[in-house]
């Protein structure tokens, strides 16, 4: 081989060359590394914060529904307690209409003037096994009207919870 027709310029331009281009590629690839390290940690902060934010929320429809209970609870005990603005008299469907002489039979019973057996007679369970009386009536009116206050009270109150739609899967 001949050292003489070897250009020593044209090998330092290669070996120049060579270089910047792979300190060129090493920096490239080190910003790139940084901006996906950069953007993993943005969404392990993302996933992160709508874990608490969710949690937030859970913990806020528990301490509503806790307090919705108990409330309905303790206002159940207190309308089951016998009342005493009915001089003595526990149930309010039962209070005699004034002008009236006779009470008012807590049983349901058939009018005289009805047919006993009716024609088209549907068949149910013994009639004594559905004896409704007008304390009946009025612990089911009672519950009824409470469970629908404390839904509609629940319902207000877990609607005012803000659930930021860019938290939801």
Sequence with gaps: MNWGLFSWRWFAGAVLLLSIFSAGYMAGKRQIEQKWDVERLQQQAAVLEQSVHMAQVQTQQERIN????????????????????????????????????????????????????????VSAPSRDAITLNCEK??????????????????????SRIKIDPAHTE
Excluded: H
């Design 66 to 121: 806790q307090k919705i209970l108990s409330d309905y609870e303790s206002k159940k005990i207190l309308l089951a307690r016998p009342s005493t603005q009915l001089s003595g008299i526990t149930n309010g469907l039962c209070v005699p209409a004034a002008g009236l002489n006779g009470s008012v039979s807590a049983n349901a019973e058939c009018a005289a003037s009805a047919d006993a057996s009716p024609s088209n007679a």
């Design 137 to 158: 009536l009025e612990n089911d009116a009672i519950d009824t009207t409470l469970m629908l206050l404390a839904f509609q009270r629940w319902y207000e109150e877990q």
